[in-house]
């Protein structure tokens, strides 16, 4: 997926400009490898806790306000968020990049894709900071 | 167009192998963004919980074994990802690591899937 390309390019401004989106899809590509490795072990424990160990049904409010009284588990769940959504939100850039062919669209979608995705960043990283158990 | 064999990554497993790492990725995706705003409404313990009480529902109960069968494969295949990259050597292997991919998942989907629906099938919910 997306694997860096190493190829000689162009000479001057468009060489430089060039080699900082190759550097750029690298580190893209590492961050995925990385990310989706710990993604593995926070999103499966994440799941077994609340759809296996409990049912679904039991993790109510009162159950958020116990698990979330201890700070680690803030941590565990925002570290989850962030992860889940800048892996996810990067592995959809690359589907807008290989799909939507038009210029002017793909920055459109690219816009709407970043955005929402930040505000909601914003709103779940609110909603686990600010939460006091009743 | 001519195909030479061996050297063709189309139309063969790796391929359907990606297609359903971009289903799965992109499924588990829409599916954060609807549990984040589900999540921030627990400042509202009731409204938190009438919410939350859906997920019980038989539908939904079958919408999160779909979910953990997408986590499972996009996770196990994921791993097969980094094992080709990280070790070139390891693509030899690839297509049986694939059907343990595929196996994994449906073992510890049918697993969990069992658990999931239990409390419907038990006759204990709706």
Do not use: C
């Not at chain 2, 359907?16 to 509202?44: E, P």
């Not at chain 2, 079958?62 to 980094?82: D, K, M, Q, T, W």
């Amino acid at each position: 997926m997306a694997a860096p390309v190493l190829e000689p390019g162009p000479t001057g401004g468009r060489r430089l400009e060039r080699r900082a989106r190759q550097n750029y899809e690298a580190w893209s590509w590492v961050f995925m490898r990385l990310s989706g490795l710990v993604l593995l072990f926070l999103a499966l424990t994440h799941f077994a806790i609340t759809h296996i160990v409990n049912d679904v049904t039991e993790t109510d409010a009162a159950f958020v306000g116990e698990r979330w009284s201890n700070p680690l588990w803030r941590v565990f769940d925002w570290a989850l968020l962030a992860l889940a959504l800048s892996h996810g939100l990067n592995g959809l850039r690359w589907i807008v990049e290989d799909y939507v062919h038009s210029h002017a669209r793909r920055t459109a979608t690219k816009v709407a894709l970043y955005s929402s995705s930040l505000g909601l960043f914003a709103y779940g990283t609110f909603t686990i900071v600010t939460f006091q158990a009743p | 167009m001519s195909r030479s064999p061996g050297t063709v990554y189309r139309g063969r497993s790796g391929q359907w192998a990606f297609v359903a790492h971009r289903i799965t990725g992109f499924l588990v995706f829409f599916f954060l963004l609807l549990h984040i705003v589900d999540v921030s409404l627990v400042s509202r313990p009731r409204l938190y919980d009438q919410v939350h009480q859906l997920y019980g529902n038989v539908v939904l109960r079958l919408f999160e074994v779909g979910l953990l069968a997408a986590l499972v494969y996009h996770s196990l295949n994921g791993l097969r990802i980094v094992m080709i990259d990280f070790f070139p050597g390891s693509i030899r292997n690839e297509k049986r690591v694939l059907s343990a991919v595929v196996s994994l998942t449906a073992l510890l989907t049918a697993v969990g899937g069992w658990i999931i629906m239990k409390p419907f099938v038990e006759g204990r919910l709706l």
